[in-house]
């Protein structure tokens, strides 16, 4: 009983980082985090870490954001291809482009780069990360 309310929050929280909402996706998360199994505790600060990250984005705070997204892909590179139903790979790839587009981006200007984020799609070329879910539930 206790895998199914943890896979609902887990459904919740990637719906929220989907949909841009990264400080309640950070809530989502948490919870199932800290009563994760330990095997399981680095995947899901992985994805509280980038979901921080953005955040931190859009509040401007660059330095905030590219160390958070460096350590968010570091935990979630070993649970690839997919992990708990989600597609990590692609994750961990578009997480690698945003921090590269920022570390590329001049730190000054980071009001600009968060809105230009903010307004992109996901066929934008530099866009926030997406979760994508393997099965549909």
């Known amino acids: 009983m206790r895998k199914i309310m943890t896979s609902e929050a887990f459904l ?25 199994a330990e095997s399981d505790k680095r995947f899901y600060q992985g994805i509280l870490q980038v979901a921080v990250a953005c955040y931190h984005l859009t509040n401007h705070n660059w330095r905030g ?26 994750l961990l790839e578009e ?16 009001a600009e780069v968060a809105q230009t984020l903010q307004e992109s799609s996901d066929n934008s070329p530099h866009h926030f990360p997406r979760i994508v879910k393997l099965v549909e539930s």
């Open 12 to 36: 919740q929280g990637i719906e929220q980082f989907n949909q841009r909402e990264f400080y309640a996706c950070h809530d989502t998360l948490e919870a199932i985090w800290i009563e994760a």
């Open 95 to 110: 997480s690698q482009a945003l921090l590269k587009y920022l570390q590329q981006s001049d730190p000054h200007r980071v």
């Open 65 to 90: 954001a590219v160390i958070l997204l460096g350590e968010g892909v570091r935990r979630l590179r070993d649970y690839q291809p997919d992990h708990e139903t989600i597609n990590v790979t692609q």
